[in-house]
């Protein structure tokens, strides 16, 4: 089984991961989500943006490139409220 590649000789999966590269180093220092990706580069947010984000962060851990994992945001506590593990334990 041949894949199919276009002008220039790549796969849709190679180019997906440079699309999702190009698009999260210009997106550096930010948080974002498979949404926004997925809005970015224009691949609708499914199996094909994911394994794209997969080697995504393969190509950048080879590189020497920190790329955090995608993971849902914590909620933030209220304002004067404390995280538990910085709470004092009672009867102090």
Sequence with gaps: MTRRRDAMGWTR???DVAEV??????????EVSYADIAAGVGI?????LRRAAKVARVV??????RLERFLPSQP??????????HATRPGR
């Design 13 to 15: 999966a190679e180019t």
């Design 21 to 30: 590269m190009i698009w999260l180093r210009s997106n550096h220092g930010r």
């Design 44 to 48: 609708k947010d499914g199996a094909r």
């Design 60 to 65: 950048a851990a080879n590189r020497g490139d």
């Design 76 to 85: 933030r506590p209220a304002p004067g409220l404390r995280h538990p593990l």
